[in-house]
């Protein structure tokens, strides 16, 4: 069971970058994913999340607006499409995986409630 996260990168402030989250090992149509970031000297934290069929998803206040998440369950992936990108938000981004619980915003949002994650991706806003 493993998931990959992908598409990080130098970004100028204001542009768009797509990560990309892929599984190998599982098939992800039956697992809640969330995205979480963690800056350095700073505790990882919620960006946002997405349930299993794509019906719901949740976002921190912070990105509301400028992300999105989407899954294409046919390429057992999952992308945080993040635009209008701040240098404030350099940090490694981790997508993480559960299969436990059906879609609620609140849990989402907590990272204890996810069983599995990747390795994480650096994502650097500047110019």
């Known amino acids: 069971v493993q998931l990959v996260e992908s598409g990080g990168g130098l970004v100028q402030p204001g542009g768009s970058l797509r990560l990309s989250c892929a599984a190998s090992?599982?098939?992800?149509?039956?697992?809640?994913i969330g995205w979480f970031r963690q800056a350095p000297g700073k505790e990882r934290e919620f960006v946002g999340a997405?349930?299993?069929?794509?019906?719901?998803?949740g976002f921190s206040d912070s990105v509301k607006g400028r992300f999105s998440i989407s899954r294409d369950n046919a390429k057992n992936t999952v992308y945080l499409q993040m635009n209008t990108l701040k240098p404030e938000e350099t940090a490694v981004y981790y997508c993480?995986?559960?299969?436990?619980?059906?879609?609620?915003?609140?849990?989402?949002?907590?990272?204890?409630?996810?069983?599995?994650w990747g390795q994480g991706t650096q994502v650097t806003v500047s110019s």
């Open positions: 997405i349930s299993r069929n794509g019906d719901f998803t």
């Open positions: 993480a995986a559960d299969l436990r619980w059906r879609w609620n915003s609140d849990t989402a949002a907590r990272a204890n409630k996810y069983d599995y």
């Open positions: 090992g599982f098939t992800l149509d039956y697992y809640v």
